[in-house]
Each structure stands twice: as structure tokens, then as C-alpha cells.
């Protein structure tokens, strides 16, 4: 499956952004679904995922109660959106695609699919 994450560019704090990710050549139901990020000198983190199953969503502490992952079938698309962003939140997001098991959904290793990546800067 190919990737196409957009929706990433710059906001001032206390502001949203909609990320979205297209994905090409299977459909969605196929796959558990993530966000990572990646600040610059930092590793690659792990921010929400839906499930294929059920669609249960999971989310790291520091998004909880601001961000929403959420997916629409039709459009075979995957979506972030951010609220109340913080400069703590600028980073490269990514998402990815995958078949982990429960215990590893939040590890990038568990996912073999990844877009490019877009760049969100909030600033203060």
C-alpha cells in the first residue's frame, strides 16, 4: 500500500490542523492505521492509531483529549486532527500502515508501510 500524508504547515499555539493520508493499493480495512512524529534530534514517536477491526482508537498521553484520529472508507483516507497545539507538538508526522498485534501497536517496527511525512511547526 502507498501512502500520502498533507495537511502539515504552521500554526500559532492554541491553534488546529487536519492531517491527511491517502492510501493507494489496498483499502483500509487491511490495516491498523498510526501517527508518528518525529521532532527534530528526537526519535520517532508514537501518536494515535485506529484499529481495522472495530476502529478502537489509541492514543500517547501528551495527545489525549486534543487530537483525533479517525478514518473515511470512501476516500480511503486516514486523518489527524490537532487541536489546541502546542510548540511541543512540532514535528514531521507520519502515518503507517500495518498489521500489528495488540502489544506492538505502538511501535514503528510493527508497521511496514509509511508515508513521507509532513511537517507541522507551531509557533509560541
Known amino acids: 500500500v502507498q501512502l500520502q500524508a498533507s495537511g502539515g504547515g504552521l500554526v500559532q499555539a492554541g491553534g488546529s490542523l487536519r492531517l491527511s493520508c491517502v492510501a493507494s493499493?489496498?483499502?483500509?480495512?487491511?490495516?491498523?492505521w498510526s501517527w508518528f512524529r518525529q521532532a527534530p534530534g528526537k526519535d520517532r514517536e508514537f501518536v494515535a492509531a485506529?484499529?481495522?477491526?472495530?476502529?478502537?482508537?489509541y492514543y500517547a498521553d501528551f495527545v489525549k483529549g486534543r487530537f483525533t484520529i479517525s478514518r473515511d472508507n470512501a476516500k480511503n483516507t486516514i486523518y489527524l486532527q490537532m487541536n489546541s497545539l502546542k510548540p511541543e507538538d512540532t514535528a514531521v508526522y507520519y502515518c503507517?500502515?500495518?498489521?500489528?498485534?495488540?502489544?506492538?501497536?505502538?511501535?514503528?517496527?510493527?508497521?511496514?508501510?509509511w508515508g513521507q511525512g509532513t511537517l507541522v511547526t507551531v509557533s509560541s
Open positions: 503507517a500502515a500495518g498489521t500489528p498485534i495488540l502489544s506492538s501497536l505502538r511501535e514503528e517496527r510493527a508497521y511496514g508501510n
Open positions: 493499493g489496498r483499502t483500509l480495512n487491511n490495516y491498523d
Open positions: 485506529i484499529r481495522r477491526s472495530g476502529g478502537r482508537t
